[in-house]
Nanobody, 123 residues
Framework: VQLVESGGGLVQAGGSLRVSCTAS????????MAWFRQAPGKEREFVAR????????YYADSVKGRFTISRDNAKNTVYLQMNSLNPEDTAVYYC?????????????????WGQGTQVTVSS
């Protein structure tokens, strides 16, 4: 499974941005997908997760109500819509895929990772 993120960039505080992740796999709908992020000098942290069907989502408290994860299985793509961005959201955003079951909120739950896309929020 290869994952390629896109859509990162520079945005002002209070603005919005959507990042995408496209998977090169025939069975994309078999995988739960997630977004993680890593800020400079910090550990990679969980942001959001979506089930294989898209029927179940889960968010970190820090982004709940501002970010929305979604997927289009026909396009092998998962999205992260980010609204009301603030400088603390500045990080490299990574998508990840997992064929496992469970809460899937830990880095170790995911077998495949993209290369990341930079999101920078200016104050």
């Amino acid at each position: 499974v290869q994952l390629v993120e896109s859509g990162g960039g520079l945005v002002q505080a209070g603005g919005s941005l959507r990042v995408s992740c496209t998977a090169s796999v025939r069975t994309f709908s078999s995988y739960a997908m997630a977004w993680f992020r890593q800020a400079p000098g910090k550990e990679r942290e969980f942001v959001a997760r979506i089930s294989w069907s898209g029927g179940s989502t889960y968010y970190a408290d820090s982004v709940k109500g501002r970010f929305t994860i979604s997927r289009d299985n026909a396009k092998n793509t998962v999205y992260l819509q980010m609204n009301s961005l603030n400088p603390e959201d500045t990080a490299v955003y990574y998508c990840a895929a997992s064929g496992r079951l469970g809460p899937l909120r830990r880095l170790a739950d995911y077998d495949y990772w993209g290369q990341g896309t930079q999101v920078t929020v200016s104050s």
